[in-house]
């Protein structure tokens, strides 16, 4: 069992606090993203658990043993880099097997595990080549299955993809989840990416500002966010927010249009819907098309809709051009409100 406990986790760096409070519980076997812009502490989160930093308080736990006061090599930890730090002067048999050399493991068990790995990350054909004989793709199959070949507890990958071009990426991508999976390995996987995050995560774990704001599946993320940063955050493009003024009796006012709502005691909210839960209607928001992209089976509008910047995405079919005046019927079930204040998410 290789369940992972993160519990009330705080880093400061100096006057600076990069990690407030952590508590997160990722079971045995789950794929854990842990998603966020540039400097919210995901990395940071990762390499605490790694033993790469040490907590300023709280404590780590991994399958029932508390592991925060172990170095890294005791820790039951496999990690992938966004560098792929292949050696150049061994083989792709020799860096599959590097770690476990160093354990002074039998020489049946090395080739035992390294040729299973290498099947996994289909690169048993790849073995006697050297690193400068390798795509950039095929490297970062190497790092993967020199982690996997150690048989790891968990295993840890920062943003391991960024360094490979889109179609790599892709491929990796539809890889990776099923690879780990045969390995029954526990994983936590950072990036910022969210098509990244979307495709590979059992859960993931949205981070802003160094604390964990919604851990959840991805459906729910993207259908249900928390908080208004989830919301505006996951999604290309993201959900589009109004301003919504109180009529009484769970009635609001969006632009042009009066919505049901929650019935709470605010006199204003804001309205959120995704530029793909619209549809043009003869009753709806006005809006005037202020930019209209074609993205192959759809059309990616920008409009005016009282006075704020409005997303919505329609069939590629439709003739629409700069300038227009459409009608955008919002789905009554894909509607979504937030406190202002808060920034939270209102039932």
């Known amino acids: 069992m290789a369940e992972i406990q993160i519990r009330n986790v705080a880093k400061c760096f100096g006057s600076y606090q990069a990690l407030h409070d952590i508590n997160l519980t990722i079971a045995d076997q789950e794929f854990m993203v842990l ?24 404590e780590v736990w991994i399958g029932g043993r508390r592991i925060d006061h172990l170095p890294p090599k005791d820790r039951g930890i496999a990690m992938v880099f966004q560098n792929y ?31 299973r790995t290498a099947e996994l990350m289909h ?42 071009d889109a179609l790599l990426r892709l491929e990796m991508r539809a890889e990776l989840k099923g690879v780990l999976a045969e390995s ?40 249900d966010p928390a908080e208004r940063f989830v919301a505006g955050f996951i999604g290309n493009p993201p959900m589009n927010f109004l301003p919504a003024r109180n009529t009484g009796a769970g009635r609001w006012a969006v632009a042009n249009q009066v919505f049901d709502g929650p019935d709470v005691p605010a006199t204003a909210l804001e309205f959120a819907i995704r530029p793909e839960d619209v549809r043009p209607a003869d009753e709806g928001l006005e809006a005037r098309v202020r930019l209209v992209e074609p993205l192959g089976a759809h059309l990616l509008l920008t409009c005016d809709v009282g006075g704020a910047m409005f997303r919505a995405i329609l069939d590629s079919d439709m003739t629409v ?27």
Not at 101 to 110: A, I, P, S, W, Y
Not at 204 to 223: C, F, L, N, T
Request: proline letters at 4%; aromatic letters at 4%.
């Open 184 to 223: 029954n390995t526990t994983a936590i996987y950072v990036t910022h990416d969210q098509v990244e995050a979307m495709s590979l995560a059992d859960r993931i774990s949205v981070m802003h500002q160094g604390r964990i704001v919604q851990a959840a599946s991805p459906v729910e993320v993207y259908r």
């Open 123 to 164: 690169i048993e054909q790849l073995l006697t080549r050297y690193s400068g004989e390798l795509s950039g793709g095929q490297r970062q199959r190497v790092a993967v299955a020199r982690a996997l070949a150690m048989e790891p507890d968990v295993i840890l990958m920062d943003e391991p993809l960024s360094n490979l």
């Open 35 to 58: 998603l966020g812009a540039s400097g919210c502490g995901k990395s940071t989160l990762l390499r605490i658990i790694a033993g790469l930093e040490t907590q300023t308080t709280g």
């Open 321 to 347: 051009r700069a300038g227009d005046e459409l009608k955008l019927a919002a789905m009554p079930d894909r509607i979504r409100w937030f406190d202002p204040d808060t920034s939270l998410s209102i039932a």
């Open 85 to 115: 730090a292949v050696f150049p002067h061994l083989t792709v048999f020799e860096n599959i097997g590097f770690g476990l050399r160093m354990q002074k493991m039998r020489n049946d068990e090395v080739t035992r595990r390294v040729t």
